[in-house]
């Protein structure tokens, strides 16, 4: 039993080192194996564990050694774990450090983003703001109390638009006191961003109206009486709606605006020369004008004179260049807008801020400037009152072209109603074309509508203006002018059918309305186009 026991005795760890190196060919015992575990965790980090560099070349060592060591114990594996636990933690401590560094990296760039966008923001703002200031320089109290908002932001509303001719050498006679100006240019202004439209109707600066305690005045005057408070009150009760806006333009500065705009295209039916008056000598057809040629059009009516009714061509122009105006702000760059603002700063006073006018920019920027800028004008009868020469209001057609404006129609129902078309730089749309004359009728009976142009043959002064409103009177749209001699004796009728297919039954109305048993014969050519009908009075005409 003693010798069994001697026999299984439990053998010492040298002994168990001989049997490993014998049994697996290993060449050393545990100073070997701890010195390779140290050497496998000088190995470099990958993927978060050490890897011994060998150890792809050298399984069967690798293998051998590691078995070796689980026999002692696992004494390898332990250490490995307390190796790796140690570079692991600083590995973990680096990355926090690594982590530390960008986060305070970033945190410099937000605060340096955050100090940039602030300080762009506060330039902005002052950029927006001094614009601001020039846009409402003389907006008072007084205009802003008679000014009404549309009851809903997005509803259409109507601004008053006012061109002031403040020009240099009367301000030196007279001084810049708004009580020596008068307004050069009215025009009424629909807008309706929904529905896109926009509608510009001319006011004759010599329109009749009642001003309470000033008495029966010419309606620019109001701005001499009241500045701009008081003509938005004067149109507003004039057309019957609320003025939610208003916008007034020196014409002295009206060239920058243009050549801010690099010129506007415009197209005149006829060659307008007024080198005198206006330093203008235009030809007919399209073209692009600069900034003074744009003035010189507006400002121009003796340009005219051979038609007559000066001041209503000169508005006709004015509405043209306004929509002009309008199409090339809308076809360029919508970054360009905030800089064109604030150039257009420097020539009109409005209520309007220049974030309002970009907005309104954005609502229209889809505008069809082709189909949806409607134009028209008051219509009135010009009479000689009391030594001063008037238009009075025919009540029943303006209340008639303000429903239609009202309602987002084109002002005119036909085109008969527009007599500076064809002869007057026009806008886009101004009669509802489904109802023009021109496609309608081919009726040779009497008719009481349509343009018509008299012209005085005769040395009698006056009796072309009472015949044209007589046949204002009777429904048609007529003007006076002179003929080209005072030595006719007969009275002539032609018509155009170039104008309309029903130019004969007007021209057969225009006699009859005349007291003229004159036969209407059609235009050979020697007489103005532009009208439905011409007539040329003789001494054989008699006023009714």
Not at 154 to 173: A, S
Not at 375 to 380: A, E, F, L, Q, Y
Request: with cysteine; hydrophobic share 35%; aromatic share 6%.
């Amino acid at each position: 039993m003693a010798e069994r026991r001697r026999h299984h005795r439990r053998m010492s760890s040298e002994e168990q080192d001989h049997l490993s190196a014998e049994r697996y060919g290993t060449g050393g015992g545990r100073s070997s194996a701890g010195s390779d575990a140290r050497q496998l965790h000088s190995t470099p980090l990958v993927q978060g564990r050490h890897v011994d560099a060998s150890s792809y070349s050298h399984a069967s060592h690798t293998t051998n050694d590691t078995h070796a060591a689980h026999l002692r114990g696992g004494e390898l594996d332990e250490m490995d774990h307390a190796a790796s636990r140690a570079d692991g933690v600083g590995y973990y401590v680096s990355k926090r450090k690594q982590a530390k560094r960008s986060h305070r990296v970033l945190k410099v760039v937000v605060i340096s983003l955050v100090a940039v966008l602030a300080a762009a923001g506060a330039a902005f703002a002052w950029y927006i703001n001094n614009i601001n200031s020039k846009l409402s320089k003389g907006i008072d109290s007084s205009l802003l109390n008679q000014l009404v908002a549309p009851t809903k932001t997005d509803d259409p509303f109507y601004m008053l638009l006012l061109g002031v001719d403040q020009d240099e050498e009367r301000t030196e006679e007279w001084g810049a006191d708004q009580s020596n100006f008068r307004t050069d240019s009215i025009i009424l202004v629909r807008v309706d961003p929904p529905n896109k439209k926009v509608t510009l109707i001319s006011i004759p600066r010599d329109t009749m109206v009642d001003m309470d305690e000033h008495g029966t005045q010419k309606i620019n005057a109001a701005y001499s009486f009241g500045g701009a408070s008081y003509i938005v009150e004067q149109v507003s009760k004039l057309a019957g709606v609320n003025i939610s806006h208003y916008a007034e333009l020196n014409f002295e500065e009206f060239t920058s605006i243009v050549d801010t705009l690099g010129g506007v295209e415009v197209t005149l039916p006829v060659a307008v020369s007024d080198m005198e008056y206006s330093g203008i000598d235009l030809p007919a057809g399209t073209q692009t004008l600069n900034g003074e040629q744009a003035l010189g059009l507006c400002r121009s009516r003796h340009a005219y004179d051979d038609y007559g009714g000066g001041d209503f061509y000169r508005s006709a122009n004015q509405r043209m260049v306004i929509a002009a105006i309008i199409r090339k702000v809308l076809e360029s760059d919508p970054t360009s807008w905030p800089n064109l603002i604030s150039q257009l700063a420097d020539s009109v006073t409005t209520d309007l801020s220049a974030t309002d006018i970009l907005s309104l920019a954005n609502q229209f920027k889809d505008l069809d400037t082709e189909n949806d800028i409607y134009s028209g004008s008051v219509p009135t009868t010009s009479q000689y009152i009391n030594n001063l020469w008037y238009e009075v209001v025919d009540e029943d057609a303006w209340k008639t072209m303000m429903e239609r404006t009202d309602a987002g129609e084109t002002p005119y129902s036909d085109s008969s109603q527009d007599f500076t078309a064809g002869v007057a730089g026009s806008v886009s749309t101004s009669t509802d074309s489904s109802n023009s004359s021109d496609t309608t009728s081919t009726s040779s009976d009497p008719l009481y509508s349509g343009s018509v142009l008299v012209l005085n043959g005769t040395a009698t002064q006056g009796i072309a203006s009472n015949a044209a409103n007589a046949l204002m009177a009777a429904g048609f749209s007529a003007i006076a002018g002179n003929a080209d001699s005072t030595s006719h004796t007969t009275t002539t009728i032609v018509y155009n059918t170039s104008q309309t297919t029903s130019a004969l039954g007007e021209a057969k109305g225009v006699a009859e309305k005349l007291g003229l048993s004159v036969t209407p014969t059609e235009n050979p050519g020697t007489y103005s186009d532009n009208y439905d009908v011409v007539v040329i009075l003789g001494t054989d005409y008699k006023s009714q």
